[in-house]
């Protein structure tokens, strides 16, 4: 993920509710951990960087006799940075980076049958993940908006099958001309 999306995402959720670094980062792993993998120490950096900058603001509050925290809140700089991160991220198609693609490439510096293994491991792996989603999907507790995105990785969830599936029957058409 790159700083303009994670600037969007951080910006996106500020906007919703003003934060602490650990709600923020708690909301990431528990709702949105499938959308943008972004590390606690990257959030806490982006949301430094943008205090800097003028897009959130901060403040401290001290609930009881616990530590001090500070609550981040969009500014109205963030907005309007916001606005146009927004727009930029749906007007641009991202293809995304895959570690798959590497381990691929280099399928055939492993005996077949062992390759068979590793990718009927992966298949297993993503046969879950597909689980996991279409029932995620069937929840009627999600916003219209997060629907929409719980569908689309369900898609390409779905393509990963029918091209593992490919990728399977390449390495057993490899095996059987040899």
């Not at 993920?1 to 709600?23: S, V």
């Not at 492993?110 to 989603?133: D, M, T, V, Y």
């Not at 916003?143 to 029957?169: C, I, N, P, Q, Y």
């Amino acid at each position: 993920m790159n700083t303009e999306d994670r600037k969007l995402l951080l910006l996106g959720l500020l906007r919703i509710q003003a934060m602490h670094g650990y709600q923020l980062n708690q909301f990431l792993d528990e709702h949105l951990d499938f959308i943008a993998s972004l590390k606690p120490s990257t959030a806490y950096y982006t949301l430094e960087r943008m205090a800097e900058e003028g897009l959130v603001q901060t403040h401290a509050e001290q609930p009881g006799r616990r530590p001090a925290r500070q609550i981040y809140d969009i500014t109205p700089a963030g907005e309007t940075l916001y606005q146009k991160l927004l727009r930029g991220n749906l007007s641009r198609y991202d293809m995304g980076e895959s570690g798959d693609d590497i381990g691929i490439g280099f399928l055939a510096d492993l005996p077949q049958a062992e390759a068979q293994a590793c990718l009927s491991q992966k298949r297993a792996i993503l046969q879950g993940k597909i689980e996991q989603f279409t029932e995620m999907a069937g929840r009627s507790t999600l916003s219209d908006a997060t629907h929409l995105t719980v569908r689309r990785t369900l898609h390409r969830l779905r393509a990963d099958e029918v091209w593992l599936d490919e990728v399977a029957g390449w390495l057993n058409q490899q095996q059987s001309e040899q």
